[in-house]
């Protein structure tokens, strides 16, 4: 399968607790980035990234949020002290961008369920 | 500040009927606009995409209208399957934000066979 994958599928913490997500994009793409859905809701922007710089954090990313991606390839999303409100499914997608003006195709993994208790 | 709205959550056809998906935005600066389907325990995969100076796209079953002024799409399907019951997101994206997508709250279509 040559597609994104996430890990873990789920994760279960208790508040105050720290997690790790990790996302593997599709091989030769050059951008990744992360979203985070909540019930009811579409997925929204946190992050993005190409190659390995951080390009975009969107003000939903508080500073228990960080995320890297080491030599481009894959990345991970670490929240620190978890709150209930953390609560959501974190979605990780990745695309080739041809050029910065250029709207690229993002394939989505099948995301990280995070409960926080 | 929801700059992407799907005001039905739900929808019901009956298969071989025209399913009809509507979107509406408040950001004038998109260039792209897009649908994404999404299965349970899946993430969303692309269906369709329209650019913002165009007013219709077609892909096999799959038609995307664009009415600027109203600031409105819609993704209509024809004929529906059963296959096609899934949740249906709209997205808007700017080039110049790296394609980040800004998503609808989404539509739950069922398709009755």
């Known amino acids: 399968d040559t597609g994104v994958s996430q890990d873990p599928r789920h994760k279960i913490t208790k508040r105050g607790q720290n997690v790790t997500f990790r996302c593997d994009p599709i091989?030769?793409?050059?951008?990744l980035y992360w979203y985070r859905q909540t019930l009811g809701q579409g997925p929204e922007f946190l992050t993005y990234?190409?190659?390995?710089?951080?390009?975009?954090k969107s003000r939903l990313l508080s500073d228990r949020f960080s995320a890297e991606r080491p030599k481009g390839s894959f990345s991970t999303l670490e929240i620190q002290r978890t709150e209930q409100g953390d609560s959501a499914m974190y979605l990780c997608?990745?695309?080739?961008?041809?050029?910065?003006?250029?709207?690229?195709?993002?394939?989505f993994g099948p995301g990280t369920r995070l409960t926080v208790l | 500040d929801q700059q992407v709205k799907q005001n039905s959550p739900s929808l019901s056809v009956q298969e071989g009927r025209i399913s009809i998906l509507n979107c509406d935005y408040t950001?004038?600066?998109?260039?792209?606009f897009l649908w994404y389907k999404k299965y349970p325990a899946e993430g969303p995969t692309f269906l369709i995409s329209?650019?913002?100076?165009?007013d219709k796209n077609e892909d096999g079953r799959f038609t995307v209208f664009l009415n600027k002024s109203a600031k409105h799409l819609s993704l209509h399907i024809v004929p529906s399957q059963p296959g096609d019951s899934a949740v249906y997101f709209c997205?808007?994206?700017?080039?110049?934000?790296?394609?980040?997508?800004?998503f609808g709250e989404g539509t739950q279509l069922t398709v009755n066979p």
């Open positions: 997608a990745s695309s080739l961008a041809k050029g910065m003006s250029f709207w690229d195709e993002q394939f």
């Open positions: 091989s030769e793409h050059n951008r």
């Open positions: 990234f190409q190659n390995e710089a951080q390009l975009e």
């Open positions: 950001n004038s600066m998109f260039d792209y």
């Open positions: 329209i650019s913002s100076i165009k």
């Open positions: 997205a808007g994206c700017k080039e110049t934000s790296g394609s980040r997508l800004t």
